[in-house]
C-alpha cells in the first residue's frame, strides 16, 4: 500500500530556528520517492559497504538521535557509516549540497540526507542514480529521484490523531486548522474524518476546517472566528506545529482554559508548556530512532532487491502524548 509521507513532523525539527519556520512546519507533500520498487535500483543490485549521511542539523536534539542510531544499524550490517553535518542551530543548504556532491565524488555505496527543497536535490539524486549509488531520503517526500523515503504517513497521522481525541470524553466538538485543502494537509483531515465515519459512537462531530496557508499569523483570528461560529466547539486539531502558540495564545484570551483543548504536533511548538497549563490535550511524537534504523533497513531491502513492487515510502512509528504519558514518553529519550 502507498503511504503519504509527512514533512511536517521531522521538518518542524530541522527548521525550527530557521527564518522559515512556518514553511517547515506546514510541509509540502503528499508522497515520497518512487511508489514502488521496481526490478533494478540505483546500484544494480550491489550490496551497501558505506552509507554517508548528510545531517541538517547534526547537534539539534532530534537528528543527533536519528545519526546515531543511524550509525549503530549500519555499524550492526558490516557499512562504513560517514557523517557530516553543519554545526549550529541554522541549516546550510549550500553546505549540505557540496557535501552530497562530495559522497557521490567518492563513489559511497548510499547517500542519506534531508533534502531542503526537491529543486536542489532532485537533481543530486538523480547523478547519484547514474552513479550506481543508493539513495534515501529522511522526511522528503517532495523528492522523486530517490530510491527510498522514511518518514511519517500522513494517514496514519489523521487516523491516530481521530483514536486519540475519542478517548478524552463522550463528545468532542472538533474543528480542524490546516494549511491548505489539498495535499498532506487533506490527507490528514481525509484519514481523521474517515475514521470518524466508521466509528459513529467516538463522539466526535467535525464543526469546521480552517486554512491558514502555512501562516501561523493568520492563525489567532481563524481561531477566533472558528470559535465565534461554533460556541459548542471544544477541540481544536491541528497538524502544523508552527499553530500551537497562536492556538494557545487565542485559548487563554478567551478564558477557554479547560472548556475548549488542543490536539496538535510535535513537542518543539511549545506543546509540553501548553499541556502544563491545560491547553494542549495531546501532540504527536515520532520515533526519531527508528527514523535513522529504518532508513539503513531500507537501503539494505532496496539494494538486495526485498522491496521488489513494495513501496518505498517507509512510514515509521507515531504516537500520540497525552498529560498522563508525555513526560515518560519524551524521558525516554525515543520518541521526541
Known amino acids: ?179 491548505g485543502a489539498t495535499g498532506p494537509d487533506a490527507q490528514f483531515i481525509t484519514a481523521f474524518t474517515k475514521w470518524v465515519a466508521a466509528n459513529p459512537s467516538s463522539g466526535i462531530k467535525i464543526l469546521d476546517t480552517r486554512y491558514d496557508a502555512g501562516d501561523p499569523t493568520q492563525d489567532p483570528n481563524l481561531i477566533n472566528a472558528m470559535l465565534t461560529a461554533h460556541p459548542t466547539m471544544n477541540m481544536i486539531v491541528t497538524n502544523e506545529g508552527a499553530a500551537t502558540s497562536p492556538i494557545i495564545s487565542v485559548l487563554k484570551q478567551n478564558n477557554l482554559k479547560g472548556k475548549v483543548f488542543l490536539t496538535t504536533n510535535s513537542k518543539y511548538s511549545g506543546s509540553v508548556p501548553g499541556m502544563k497549563d491545560g491547553y494542549v490535550y495531546s501532540f504527536l511524537l515520532q520515533d526519531m530512532c527508528g527514523i535513522g534504523t529504518t532508513a539503513i533497513d531500507g537501503l539494505s531491502q532496496f539494494s538486495s532487491g526485498a522491496l521488489k513492487g513494495k513501496s518505498t515510502d517507509i512510514a515509521t512509528k507515531i504516537l500520540f502524548a497525552t498529560k498522563g504519558d508525555y513526560a515518560k514518553l519524551i524521558a525516554s529519550g525515543k520518541f521526541q
Do not use: H
Open 1 to 179: 500500500m502507498e503511504v503519504e509521507l509527512s514533512t511536517r513532523t521531522i521538518r518542524a525539527a530541522a527548521l525550527a530556528t530557521t527564518a522559515v519556520l512556518a514553511l517547515a512546519l506546514a510541509g509540502c507533500t503528499s508522497t515520497g520517492a518512487a511508489s514502488t520498487a521496481s526490478t533494478s535500483g540505483s546500484g544494480s543490485g550491489t550490496k551497501i559497504k558505506s552509507v554517508t549521511f548528510v545531517n541538517p542539523l547534526p547537534d539539534y536534539p532530534a537528528w543527533k538521535v536519528i545519526g546515531q542510531c543511524m550509525a549503530k544499524e549500519a555499524k550492526k550490517k558490516g557499512m562504513t557509516f560517514t557523517q557530516s553535518g553543519q554545526t549550529g542551530s541554522s541549516i546550510d543548504t549550500t553546505y549540505m549540497v557540496n557535501r552530497v556532491q562530495q559522497a557521490i565524488a567518492i563513489k559511497t555505496n548510499a547517500i542519506v540526507t534531508f533534502p531542503v527543497s526537491a529543486a536542489q536535490f532532485d537533481p543530486l539524486f538523480l547523478q547519484a542514480k547514474n552513479k550506481g549509488i543508493y539513495t534515501a531520503s529522511v522526511e522528503g517526500g517532495q523528492t522523486k529521484n530517490n530510491d527510498i523515503n522514511v518518514g511519517t504517513s500522513f494517514s496514519q497521522f489523521g487516523q491516530l490523531a481521530a483514536e486519540t481525541v475519542a478517548k478524552k470524553s463522550k463528545t468532542e466538538n472538533v474543528g480542524f486548522v490546516t494549511e
